[in-house]
C-alpha cells in the first residue's frame, strides 16, 4: 500500500516506516489481524479501547462496511503502536511471535517452531518476506 500511496504524499521520500492508519481518529495495531481490528472497532461506540461505531447524519447506527481507514505519515502514535524499523527487526519480531502463540494454541506448547534450526527459521522468514 505504501508503494500505491506513496505518490500521493507531499513527500515522495516518505517511509514506509512513518505509515500508520486509524479509523475515526484510533490508531490500528499493525501486527493484528485486520479482522480482528473490524471486529474490535466496527461495532462499538468511540470509546478508548472498546472501538467504534459510525453513525449516519441522522445519528443513526450507519453500516460499517466499507470500513473507512486514514493512512498517516505524520504525527507516529508511538503511545499506542510500535513503529518499523528499516531493517525489518519489529516485524520479523512480531511474526516470531505469531507463529509460537500459534504453535503454542496448536500444540499446548512452541517446541515445534523453537525446534526449527537457524536456517529452517531465517527460510521460513524468508518465504514470508518474499511471497507476492
Do not use: C
Not at 459510525?54 to 466499507?66: E, F, I, N, Q, W
Not at 499446548?108 to 537457524?118: E, I, N, Q, W
Request: net charge negative; aromatic share 12%.
Amino acid at each position: 500500500m505504501h508503494a500505491f500511496y506513496r505518490s500521493s504524499t507531499s513527500d515522495t521520500d516518505v517511509s514506509i516506516t512513518e505509515a500508520w492508519f486509524d479509523v475515526q481518529d484510533l490508531p490500528l495495531k499493525w501486527h493484528y489481524p485486520v479482522g480482528l481490528l473490524y471486529d474490535l472497532y466496527s461495532g462499538a461506540e468511540h470509546g478508548g479501547d472498546q472501538g467504534v461505531q459510525s453513525k449516519d447524519d441522522t445519528g443513526r447506527k450507519a453500516d460499517t462496511l466499507p470500513w473507512k481507514l486514514t493512512l498517516h505519515y505524520t504525527d507516529f502514535p508511538f503511545d499506542h503502536i510500535f513503529q518499523l524499523d528499516d531493517q525489518g527487526k519489529v516485524l520479523l519480531d512480531a511474526f516470531v511471535n505469531s507463529v509460537k502463540e500459534a504453535d503454542f494454541i496448536r500444540n499446548g506448547s512452541a517446541k515445534t517452531v523453537m525446534g526449527l534450526s537457524k536456517n529452517d527459521s531465517d527460510a521460513l522468514w524468508k518465504s514470508v518476506e518474499t511471497r507476492t
